[in-house]
């Protein structure tokens, strides 16, 4: 039996700063990104990241598993995949005359859902009860998911050829969504110049990626963020901010109170990640953005006026009265 060896708040929060800098070994310029990984998975929760191709969405995320001593899979989401490739199935035996059952992907710590878009809603929604429950029903049997479990989920722009929009159940289990943009051109030319020395992505080795924390730090990080103080009236400002999404013009669906439990979540991560044990209407300020913007529902006029989610996310911030 493996014993897990247990560290202090302040080692645990020395060694996720390390893993942003592992990370940034393999990629350039998406620091942001970088910390809204470390965020979800101080939540334990899941996050999405979307981009257009090219931005290194699954370079992050292979970077990231490199980084944590966790077990770690990846799935390809194509359109003829099945929920059974991603769960797993009851396999007949010969031998025995029985069925038994052979574990998916699913099974791990960090699971990779590359391309989760490409996939049809039927396959997408294989992973809704792993998602929220940490388990699989198979043939009536509930079988629990590895601790810790996230799912990092890549998507390109749903604009794109080839794509089938997440279903709103599926977005509102994703603690964050995180937008990768376009480099700008000194990272770009970082990044070029990366490849022109002979750098390999799919080589992270060779990179000197190294991990540098796993389930003791996870656990005691998870465990201080718990403790991080929310007074009252940063709880009501939480709530006025959410509420505040259900009566904006353009949207025709707002936050949800998960989606307000999901930012005060979030925002006791960041607090604790700037070295702070109380969440201040800054945090909240930062994270509303990536935790709200894709449980926002827009009016099909607003979009054709232009209006985004992180538009009326901003518009919200700056009219609900910030406690002082």
């Known amino acids: 039996m493996t014993q897990v060896v247990?560290?202090?708040?302040?080692?645990?929060?020395?060694?996720?700063?390390?893993?942003?800098?592992?990370?940034?070994?393999?990629?350039?310029?998406q620091?942001?990104?970088?910390?809204?990984?470390?965020?979800?998975?101080?939540?334990?929760?899941?996050?999405?990241?979307?981009?257009?191709?090219?931005?290194?969405?699954?370079?992050?995320?292979?970077?990231?598993?490199?980084?944590?001593?966790?077990?770690?899979?990846?799935?390809?989401?194509?359109?003829?995949?099945?929920?059974?490739?991603?769960?797993g199935s009851l396999v007949y035996d010969a031998r025995s005359a029985e069925f038994s059952f052979r574990q998916g992907p699913v099974f791990t710590n960090l699971l990779l859902a590359d391309e989760?878009?490409?996939?049809?809603?039927?396959?997408q929604a294989s992973l809704l009860e792993a998602m929220e429950e940490r388990q699989v029903s198979i043939d009536g049997?509930?079988?629990?998911?590895?601790?810790?479990?996230?799912?990092?989920?890549?998507?390109?722009?749903?604009e794109?050829?080839?794509?089938?929009?997440?279903?709103?159940?599926?977005?509102d289990r994703f603690q964050l969504k995180l937008t990768m943009p376009l480099p700008e051109r000194a990272d770009e030319v970082t990044i070029v110049s990366r490849h022109a020395a002979g750098f390999d992505p799919?080589?992270?080795?060779?990179?000197?990626?190294?991990?540098?924390?796993?389930?003791?730090?996870?656990?005691a990080a998870r465990k201080a963020v718990a403790a991080v103080a929310v007074h009252p009236a940063v709880v009501g400002y939480i709530v006025d901010v959410c509420r505040a999404t259900r009566s904006a013009?353009?949207?025709?669906?707002?936050?949800?109170?998960?989606?307000?439990?999901?930012?005060?979540?979030?925002?006791?991560?960041w607090a604790w990640l700037a070295g702070r044990d109380y969440v201040t209407p800054d945090d909240v300020k930062a994270l509303a953005p990536p935790t709200l913007r894709h449980r926002l529902r827009l009016r099909p006029e607003a979009e054709l006026d232009g209006v985004t989610s992180d538009g009326v996310i901003d518009g919200v911030l700056a009219t609900v009265p910030v406690p002082r």
């Open 6 to 29: 247990e560290v202090d708040a302040a080692t645990a929060r020395d060694a996720l700063h390390a893993l942003r800098r592992e990370v940034a070994k393999a990629v350039v310029g």
């Open 116 to 123: 989760v878009n490409r996939t049809p809603p039927k396959t």
């Open 249 to 269: 013009p353009a949207a025709s669906l707002g936050m949800s109170p998960r989606g307000a439990t999901a930012l005060l979540a979030a925002s006791r991560a």
């Open 160 to 171: 794109y050829e080839g794509t089938y929009p997440l279903p709103e159940a599926q977005l």
């Open 202 to 219: 799919n080589d992270l080795v060779a990179a000197d990626v190294q991990p540098v924390a796993g389930a003791a730090e996870l656990a």
């Open 31 to 87: 620091d942001s990104a970088v910390t809204g990984l470390v965020v979800a998975l101080l939540c334990r929760r899941h996050v999405l990241l979307e981009g257009v191709p090219g931005v290194a969405k699954t370079l992050l995320v292979r970077a990231l598993a490199r980084s944590l001593s966790l077990d770690s899979k990846r799935v390809q989401f194509t359109p003829d995949l099945m929920p059974g490739d991603i769960t």
């Open 141 to 158: 049997v509930a079988r629990l998911l590895p601790e810790p479990f996230v799912v990092i989920a890549t998507q390109n722009p749903v």
